[in-house]
């Protein structure tokens, strides 16, 4: 059974860090690409970043330099290092699946998410 | 690539057929189109993928459609556990960007 584990959410002053984290199982981790995908409070699901099975990285333009994504395969996990944030980051993040290496690919399994919540 | 989902809410009675459309601003490379449910509280739920293939263990009664820039989610019977938001997804080019969803709601 494919299992999707996020932590490392929290609340966070404007202008700080924070690292999120997905530990995977049930699945043969290195072949398959991962994404971030976040949702704010009562809106819709927006595409963060992610990472192929390859290993290359992917951004939405809107963060503008202040994410990072990284993968560990021998821990199965994901990471999102967030810098820099801000109260619009503020949103449940979802670590979400490819069903294979290439990023271009729909999600074929989500995990439960962890809340970020960016306020003073 | 913007996604545009209509209607915004869809209020039917459980036994009626749901018709959710999606469009894009722009032709989505070789159908790449998906559909994901998600209830209250939940993850998002994969439902169709490529336009038209259901994901694993998706009731028969949910169907999609369409080609391009158009795209059709339906759900045949409406059951009281369909009710929920209905996102849909391209994956044709990237960055993958989601539709703002539509609310299936009970009348």
């Known amino acids: 059974e494919v299992q999707l584990l996020e932590s490392g959410g929290g609340l966070v002053q404007p202008g700080g860090s924070l690292r999120l984290s997905c530990t995977a199982s049930g699945f043969t981790f290195s072949s398959c690409g991962l994404s971030w995908v976040r949702q704010a409070p009562g809106k819709g699901l927006e595409w963060v970043s992610g990472?192929?099975?390859?290993?290359?990285?992917y951004y939405a333009d809107s963060l503008k330099g202040r994410f990072t994504v990284s993968r560990d395969n021998s821990k199965n996990t994901l990471y999102l290092q967030m810098n820099s944030l801000r109260a619009e980051d503020t949103a449940v993040y979802y670590c979400a699946k490819d069903p294979g290496v290439l990023p271009v690919a729909h999600f074929d399994y989500w995990g439960q998410g962890t809340l970020v919540t960016v306020s003073s | 690539i913007v996604l545009t989902q209509s209607p915004g809410t869809l209020s039917l009675s459980p036994g009626e057929r749901a018709t959710l459309s999606c469009r894009a601003s722009?032709?989505?490379?070789?159908?790449?189109l998906a559909w994901y449910q998600q209830k209250p509280g939940q993850a998002p739920r994969l439902l169709i993928y490529?336009?038209?293939s259901r994901a694993t263990g998706i009731p028969d009664r949910f169907s999609g459609s369409g080609s391009g820039t158009d795209f059709t989610l339906t759900i045949s019977r409406l059951e009281p556990e369909d009710f929920a938001v209905y996102y849909c997804?391209?994956?044709?080019?990237?960055?993958?960007?989601f539709g703002q969803g539509t609310k299936v709601e009970i009348k």
């Open positions: 990472v192929s099975g390859g290993g290359t990285t």
């Open positions: 997804q391209q994956y044709g080019s990237l960055p993958r960007t």
């Open positions: 722009q032709s989505i490379s070789y159908s790449y």
């Open positions: 490529r336009a038209s």
